[in-house]
């Protein structure tokens, strides 16, 4: 498999540092539109194969989409993050002619890509893709809920004081500080649900430190993260590589799914090898089903802004 991944910054390098470090694709392409950065990203990830014992091939191009050629699946990080006390909404009047441009460049060079979105704010930009391309919607996942669940299962790891790997829990949504619905009913430790060890108290703090997860990171750093994001896309790829039809919540175009339409937010999807092969409805109680609606009319409200930010 041959993955581009646009935007050789913190989360591009991360992702791209994932996807060798786990073995399963043959080439990583980094794209940067600063001149020499991503060369030198793929020198430096390139060092550290015998270290780490990959076989993956990463190189680094300076906007030369030529090499991105035949690319299976794309990764776009390319764009500017958020700085502390700012929201991932203030980001789309630099970011979506950005996305707009980069999707142009990796279209005309790998017409059959999938594209995995990544730059803020992120379900609009996934929305702007599908807007300004005829790719078909299998084919264009956002990057957000696998991360915000993976904070999710952080934080109930701790307030349980258990592995991650004991728990599992999903965040569906926009991928904003307000629009996340982290799904604490149906959170478990082990197949038994975590209000049988939580306080319903301790349950709601939990929730809301999910949902600002990315603020409070981009508080302590200066800018936003990039472990866990690199991470979290690698997984996608990964489920796309080996057609594992593992359930990850994307930000998927919905089309009557929860009621929604016209829109990308984050829903549980099985990804395989043709990107996303099934949203799937699972059953939401009635404070789940208000909280994603609420949640899809944040984003239509950063959506109609695309047009004047473009124009
Ligand atoms: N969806 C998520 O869960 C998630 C998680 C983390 C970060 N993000 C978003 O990802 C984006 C990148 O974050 P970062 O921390 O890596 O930022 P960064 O500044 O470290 O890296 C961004 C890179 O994009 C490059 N770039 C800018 N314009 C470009 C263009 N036209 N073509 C190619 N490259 C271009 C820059 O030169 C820079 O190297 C931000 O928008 C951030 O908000 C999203
Ligand atoms: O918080 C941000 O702005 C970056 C990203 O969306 C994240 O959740 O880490």
Request: glycine share 10%; charged share 20%; proline share 4%.
């Given at each position: 498999?041959?993955?581009?991944?646009?935007?050789?910054?913190?989360?591009?390098?991360?992702?791209?540092?994932?996807?060798?470090?786990?073995?399963?694709?043959?080439?990583?392409?980094?794209?940067?539109?600063?001149?020499?950065f991503?060369?030198g990203?793929?020198?430096?990830?390139?060092?550290?194969?015998?270290?780490?014992?990959?076989?993956?091939k990463?190189?680094?191009?300076?906007n030369?989409?030529?090499?991105?050629?035949?690319?299976?699946?794309?990764?776009?990080?390319?764009?500017?993050?958020?700085?502390?006390?700012?929201?991932?909404?203030?980001?789309?009047?630099?970011?979506?002619?950005?996305?707009?441009?980069?999707?142009?460049?990796?279209l005309?060079?790998?017409?059959?890509?999938?594209?995995?979105?990544?730059?803020?704010?992120?379900?609009?930009?996934?929305?702007?893709?599908?807007?300004?391309?005829?790719?078909?919607?299998?084919?264009?996942?956002?990057?957000?809920?696998?991360?915000?669940?993976?904070?999710?299962?952080?934080?109930?790891?701790?307030a349980?004081?258990?592995?991650?790997?004991?728990?599992?829990?999903?965040?569906?949504?926009?991928?904003?500080?307000?629009?996340?619905?982290?799904?604490?009913?149906?959170?478990?430790?082990?197949?038994?649900?975590?209000?049988?060890?939580?306080?319903?108290?301790?349950?709601?703090?939990?929730?809301?430190?999910?949902?600002?997860?990315?603020?409070?990171?981009?508080?302590?750093?200066?800018?936003?993260?990039?472990?866990?994001?690199?991470?979290?896309?690698?997984?996608?790829?990964?489920?796309?590589?080996?057609?594992s039809?593992?359930?990850?919540?994307?930000?998927?175009l919905?089309?009557?799914?929860?009621?929604?339409?016209?829109?990308?937010?984050?829903?549980?999807?099985?990804?395989?090898?043709?990107?996303?092969?099934?949203?799937?409805?699972?059953?939401?109680?009635?404070?789940?089903?208000?909280?994603?609606?609420?949640?899809?009319?944040?984003?239509?409200?950063?959506?109609?802004?695309?047009?004047?930010?473009?124009?």
């Amino acid at each position: 498999m041959k993955v581009t991944v646009v935007g050789a910054g913190a989360v591009g390098a991360s992702c791209a540092e994932y996807i060798a470090i786990k073995n399963f694709a043959s080439e990583v392409v980094l794209v940067d539109i600063k001149e020499g950065f991503a060369e030198g990203k793929a020198m430096d990830l390139m060092q550290c194969a015998s270290l780490n014992g990959f076989d993956t091939k990463i190189t680094g191009v300076t906007n030369d989409y030529t090499k991105t050629a035949g690319s299976d699946v794309a990764v776009i990080t390319s764009g500017i993050p958020r700085k502390p006390g700012m929201t991932r909404e203030e980001l789309i009047g630099i970011n979506a002619g950005i996305v707009k441009t980069v999707t142009e460049n990796l279209l005309k060079n790998s017409p059959n890509v999938i594209v995995i979105v990544v730059s803020n704010p992120m379900d609009t930009m996934a929305y702007l893709v599908h807007k300004a391309t005829n790719i078909p919607k299998n084919r264009i996942i956002g990057m957000g809920g696998a991360l915000d669940s993976a904070r999710f299962k952080y934080r109930l790891a701790e307030a349980l004081d258990c592995p991650s790997s004991d728990v599992d829990g999903m965040v569906i949504g926009g991928h904003s500080d307000t629009g996340m619905v982290p799904l604490i009913d149906k959170a478990v430790r082990n197949s038994v649900p975590v209000s049988e060890f939580l306080s319903a108290e301790r349950m709601s703090e939990i929730v809301e430190a999910t949902k600002v997860g990315g603020a409070t990171l981009t508080g302590l750093l200066g800018t936003s993260a990039w472990y866990a994001p690199g991470a979290a896309v690698s997984e996608l790829v990964r489920a796309i590589a080996q057609d594992s039809k593992k359930i990850f919540p994307c930000s998927a175009l919905v089309e009557g799914e929860y009621g929604l339409n016209g829109l990308s937010i984050g829903v549980p999807c099985v990804l395989g090898a043709n990107g996303i092969e099934k949203i799937v409805e699972i059953e939401l109680n009635a404070a789940e089903k208000a909280k994603l609606t609420e949640s899809a009319e944040g984003v239509k409200k950063t959506n109609a802004l695309l047009d004047s930010v473009l124009a």
